[in-house]
């Protein structure tokens, strides 16, 4: 068999260092920081590090699709599962329907490093089930956009869907 064809041209590789770029401080709520690596509104996919304060608690939320979320550093749990925290090294995968809320104790020392791909939307609620917002790719890349303004600094480099070809944002 021959090697195949190239479909898709590439002069570069699509890459993001996250250790490079720019965060977004206290993006979707405070205490967490954001560097986004892969936001594709017309897919409904979302790639994001995140690190989360000691003491953050997420909305409760549902999740319209799946969840790969790994975390580099620190703890975090759901509320419901508190007898499972998540540290280095855990990966976890979250089925499409799922509903739970995000928390890192407040007992931690450091901020919680996560890095996850999300395909779908967080339909969040607040403590009485009340709706709060819908967070999706096409939302966080407006949050990022608004939050590097606010905050005076680049937006960071985050590789985004362009109708069907894909880019670095902001690379030459």
């Known amino acids: 068999m021959a090697l195949p064809t190239a479909i898709t041209h590439q002069d570069k590789l699509l890459t993001i260092n996250t250790n490079r770029e720019t965060w977004i401080k206290n993006v979707l709520v405070p205490g967490v920081d954001a560097c986004p690596v892969f936001l594709d509104a017309q897919n409904g996919i979302w790639g994001l590090r995140v690190k989360f304060a000691p003491g953050v608690v997420l909305p409760t939320h549902f999740h319209t699709g799946t969840v790969h979320l790994y975390t580099l550093s620190g ?3 759901y509320v419901e599962f508190p007898d499972q925290p998540q540290t280095a090294g855990c990966y976890l995968y979250e089925p499409g329907g799922s509903v739970h809320q995000f ?10 490093d996560t890095f996850m791909i999300v395909f779908g939307a967080n339909i969040n609620f607040d403590q009485d089930g009340n709706f709060i917002n819908i967070m999706d790719a096409g939302w966080i890349e407006q949050m990022v956009h608004l939050g590097a303004q606010a905050q005076g600094i680049t937006v960071p480099n985050y590789i985004r869907n362009l109708g069907g070809a894909y880019a670095v944002r902001g690379a030459a």
């Open 75 to 77: 703890c975090w749990c």
């Open 103 to 112: 928390m890192t104790p407040a007992t931690n020392t450091e901020p919680t």
